[in-house]
């Protein structure tokens, strides 16, 4: 993987749903007619193979100050 890049995105999901993606977390704003965008920045270099993005009924937990697991929240409490 020679050719890597930085990348930033919008992602205009339901309400009822929560995105996700392998970028930093910039902000989100309820746009008011039932959906939420999501806004990410990933300003380190990358290969295309590594960007990774989930939209859904998802929640996360903690599992250290350095691991996060997400997760639908049903099945939360087994990780």
Known sequence: PAVKMTYSASVTVPSWST???SALSKDLADNKDGTTTYRFDQPVPIPAYL???AVGDIACRDLSSRCRVWSEPSIL???
Do not use: H, R, Y
Request: charged share 10%.
């Open 19 to 21: 995105a996700v993606m």
């Open 51 to 53: 960007i990774a993005l």
């Open 77 to 79: 409490d087994a990780c």
